[in-house]
Nanobody
Framework: QVRLVESGGGLVRPGGSLRLSCAAS????????LAWYRQAPGKQRELVAH???????TYADSVKGRFTISGDIAANTVHLQMNSLKPEDTATYYC????????????????WGQGTLVTVPS
């Protein structure tokens, strides 16, 4: 199967922390970048953080200083450390790569994970 698998979501109090992880299936040989998106109920999906194979990172303004993306692009894994969580961070978080290279296809694919729910009650 060609997939990204997220883990680490859950319920956390405001001000708390969570660490999300994402791992690629073995059929994905390499990726050029990895990112975390989120989608809150009734809202559009938005980019949270992005990391390139060169280690460059970008963040949404709403999470700068609170969230940190890290990972081993060569190992096709990425994490999102989320600190000082707020109720507005409540959403389903998705792992994504827009350039995945594999054993079973030519060129590249964009792949989304199934999502992991993060809930920060108000």
């Amino acid at each position: 199967q060609v997939r990204l698998v997220e883990s680490g979501g859950g319920l956390v109090r405001p001000g708390g922390s969570l660490r999300l992880s994402c791992a690629a299936s073995e059929s994905i040989v390499s990726v050029d970048n990895l990112a975390w998106y989120r989608q809150a109920p009734g809202k559009q999906r938005e980019l949270v953080a992005h990391i390139t194979s060169g280690g460059q990172t970008t963040y949404a303004d709403s999470v700068k200083g609170r969230f940190t993306i890290s990972g081993d692009i060569a190992a096709n894994t990425v994490h999102l450390q989320m600190n000082s969580l707020k109720p507005e961070d409540t959403a389903t978080y998705y792992c994504n790569t827009d350039r995945a290279y594999g054993r079973n296809w030519s060129g590249y694919l964009e792949i989304w994970g199934q999502g992991t729910l993060v809930t920060v009650p108000s």
